[in-house]
């Protein structure tokens, strides 16, 4: 089954740090990039991060950028989220989201999200 | 950073009404602009890519036009599955999302 599953979110104070994980399945991993995509409760959704296919290529959103890092692993075919600094308004559910090509910036594919909380 | 702006925020229609919703960019996005649907408690759905390419699977009733800055998501007859929220986002410059249009039951 094509899918994509999301873990990692939690409940954590602000300055705190987060790994979410992002594990595929049901398509040739490598060949797509991947993303993160956000939507704080009640609100619309903000695109965060992206990584090509090869890993090679990263991008961020100036929101995000200097405080998370995005990466993956292929042989796991998961793609992760650091997310360090963390602020109350990164409270949010995030999306992994399968690119439609190599960078081609459409998501075709979401997981269901996990949830994020900043508070003290 | 490209800024889209949706309109109307809330289209209250009927099921069996044509839905018009538009996206407006803040710049050129060329033909670069989807669009998605979301449902309460779901993920976002890509329903157009480009403009005016339907994804797989999506019903003829949904459709796309628009270049340059102005686009309009249509669906034709509305079902009832298809109130939901609507969002436009680019791909000229990364990513950005509209800001959505709820299409509601009247």
Request: proline share 4%; charged share 20%; hydrophobic share 35%.
């Amino acid at each position: 089954e094509v899918q994509l599953l999301e873990s990692g979110g939690g409940l954590v104070q602000p300055g705190g740090s987060l790994r979410l994980s992002c594990a595929a399945s049901g398509f040739t991993f490598d060949d797509y990039a991947m993303n993160w995509v956000r939507q704080a409760p009640g609100k619309g959704l903000e695109w965060v991060s992206g990584i090509s296919g090869s890993g090679g290529r990263t991008y961020y959103a100036d929101s995000v950028k200097g405080r998370f890092t995005i990466s993956r692993d292929n042989s796991k075919n998961t793609v992760y989220l650091q997310m360090n600094s963390l602020r109350a308004e990164d409270t949010a559910l995030y999306y992994c989201a399968k690119d439609v090509l190599n960078m081609a910036w459409y998501f075709d594919l979401w997981g269901r999200g996990t949830l994020v909380t900043v508070s003290s | 950073e490209i800024v889209l702006t949706q309109s109307p925020a809330t289209l209250s229609l009927s099921p069996g009404e044509r839905a018009s919703l538009s996206c407006r960019a803040s710049q050129s996005v060329s033909s670069y602009l989807a669009w998605y649907q979301q449902k309460p408690g779901q993920a976002p759905r890509l329903l157009i890519y480009d403009a005016s390419n339907r994804a797989t699977g999506i019903p003829a009733r949904f459709s796309g036009s628009g270049s340059g800055t102005d686009f309009t998501l249509t669906i034709s007859s509305l079902e009832p599955e298809d109130f939901a929220v609507y969002y436009c986002q680019q791909r000229r410059d990364y990513a950005t999302f509209g800001p959505g249009t709820k299409v509601d039951i009247k």
